[in-house]
Structure formats: C-alpha cells, structure tokens
C-alpha cells in the first residue's frame, strides 16, 4: 500500500523567511502529487498538483513544489513566507490508475510570525 | 459551477447513538465520492469512496458505514457511535470523466463524541 511521509509537522517561521516542506511518498508506480492547504476555519483548498510533464509545478500564493522521481519526493517551496500563509499544509498521492482515492500525510503546521 | 454542502458542520453525540452525516454535490453528475476522517494530529485518512449509485467501497474496517442512495448524495452513517469515532470528517468529489482531476473537498463535519 502507498504512503507519505510528511516529517515536519510543526513549522515556525517569521514574515519573509524562506519555506520548504518535506513530503515523501512509498510507491514504486506511477503517481500523481499534490499539495492541499487548510486556513485556519477553511477548508481543503488545493494548492498545486503534479500529474506529468515538468517536474517543477508552480502553485497559487507563489508556492511551487519539485518532483524528484528518484527520490519518491514532492517538497513544498516558497521563497518568502506571509503571515496569511499560516495554515495547514498536506501533502497527497494517488496511484495512476487506480482507485484514484488520495492518500494524505499527516500534514505539516506552518506558523508564520509577523 | 460545481459546489459540494455537508451538514452539519458542528456535531456533539453521546457514545451508543447512531450518526448521518450527509454530502451532496451540485453542478456535476456521475462524480466519484469519498469521505475521509481527520483525526486529532493526524492527517486524512480515507473511510470510504463510491464510483456509482449504490456502490461503496471501504477502505478499513470500522464502525462506519456509507451509503450512495441518489448519484450526488454521499451518507455516511453509524448505527453506535464509539469515543474513537471522534474526528474531522470531510466528503470529497471528483469528476470522473477525467482521471487528472484534482478532488474537491466539502467543509468538513466535526464531530465530537461524549
């Protein structure tokens, strides 16, 4: 069965500061990614998604995320964080082919301080 | 355009009641359904997901059950509801016609059990 692996799960940056998120997947397939963000009292929202093509996937809000195959990885990147940009944030899988059903990581808290 | 609605947002139950939580989706049709639970600290993890009218598939085995009774209708029921049954509760949907689709997630139902 696949899996992902978010290993920060609580993340403090300040206003300006750079931002990755680790996100790692175990499934020796083919796969589509994905990025979700949840605002605080909102709901999942996508925020990028990669399918095919170009492995660098560019976002709303500025955010971007790599796909590096040999790796099984899909790191979340922004260059300069906002305080909106505190949320949740989930990296996902689901399998070509498949049941198409996702599978999230258990997510990763992004606190951004003014 | 397309529009997903679950209710209640905000549940509170006694251990041993039952449960329906309901999700319809708007402006689409033949959509492929899914509900996932968020529990505390943890990411989604997929409950179940329907491809048609009547067709459910389980994820794992819990003391939950999901029915698909009209084609954009989603319920997910319990006939005794457990303390771990606890969590956040999302229904999504996805087009089917189009396998590269990001899904769409509904604002979600908390429900507590007491």
């Known amino acids: 069965a696949q899996s992902v692996s978010q290993h920060n799960h609580h993340v403090i940056l300040s206003e300006a500061a750079s931002l990755e998120l680790g996100c790692n997947y175990s499934?020796?397939?083919?796969?589509?990614l994905f990025w979700y963000v949840q605002y605080p009292g909102q709901h999942l929202q996508l925020l990028l998604k990669?399918?095919?093509?170009?492995?660098l996937v560019k976002g709303i809000k500025g955010f971007e995320a790599e796909f590096i195959k040999s790796k099984f990885s899909f790191n979340l990147r922004k260059p300069s964080v906002q305080w909106s940009d505190t949320a949740e944030y989930f990296c996902?899988?689901?399998?070509?082919?498949?049941?198409?059903?996702?599978?999230f990581g258990s997510g990763t808290r992004l606190q951004v301080q003014p | 355009s397309q529009t997903i609605h679950q209710w209640p947002a905000t549940l509170v139950q006694p251990v041993g009641s039952p449960l329906s939580l309901e999700c319809t989706v708007e402006?689409?049709?033949?959509?492929?359904l899914y509900w996932y639970r968020q529990a505390a600290g943890r990411g989604l993890q997929l409950l179940f997901y329907s491809v048609g009218i009547g067709q459910i598939s389980s994820e794992v085995p819990q003391n939950l059950s999901a029915s698909r009774p009209q084609d954009r209708q989603f319920i997910l029921s319990s006939k005794k509801l457990l303390l771990s049954d606890s969590g956040f509760y999302l229904c999504?949907?996805?087009?089917?016609?189009?396998?590269?689709?990001?899904?769409?997630f509904g604002d979600g139902t908390r429900l507590s059990i007491l």
């Open positions: 990669y399918f095919s093509g170009d492995p």
């Open positions: 996902a899988v689901n399998r070509v082919g498949g049941r198409r059903a996702l599978t």
């Open positions: 999504a949907w996805k087009d089917q016609d189009y396998s590269n689709q990001p899904q769409h």
């Open positions: 499934y020796g397939g083919t796969v589509n």
């Open positions: 402006g689409t049709s033949n959509p492929n």
